[in-house]
């Protein structure tokens, strides 16, 4: 069981913890030895994904894209976290199907909350007219309707997101209890 490929798909608004939570969820997988890949939608764009702007069909198309390599690696026993908007449920759907071994975790935060935060500096660019198509803002985001897991980056700590997120993997015998401990 402890090599069982699975995908953690993160999806939220920019600034909800999706990227402080993957690298948590890593630290806390390669502690226990398992091979986990970081899908981080910022370098998706940067790389696999440079060229795609954010109309609806790119971000489909970027997200059609980390599934599929979350696909690939899932079925060779590598533990991905893919950490991406992905503000549609078409394409969230689309990968799940894609890769099988797959758990939605919507981490919620309000977007009051993530504007406070602000750890990019984007919704300033927003606020200011220098950047458009911000999901969220002028661009929708359509919250999951049947996610594995909701966290609530606003009323619960990192670890406890974690703790939460691994105690789901369990339950759907990803990874086993004594494992994780």
Known sequence: MSDTGFTIWLTGLSGAGKSTISKEIERRLNAIGRNVEIMDGDVIRTNLSKGLGFS??????????????CSLLTRNGVACIAAAISPYREAREWARETIGNFVEV???????????????????????GKKKEFTGKDDPYEEPEYADLVVETDRETVAESVDRILAKL??????SAAIIG
């Not at 609806?56 to 390599?69: G, L, Q, W």
């Not at 369990?170 to 990874?175: D, F, K, N, R, T």
Request: with cysteine.
């Open 170 to 175: 369990v339950e759907l015998e990803y990874l």
């Open 106 to 128: 919507y981490v919620k935060c309000p977007l009051e909350i993530c504007e406070e935060r602000d750890v990019k500096g984007l919704y300033r660019l927003v606020k200011e």
């Open 56 to 69: 609806r069909e790119d971000r489909i198309t970027n997200n059609k894209r980390i599934a599929f390599v």
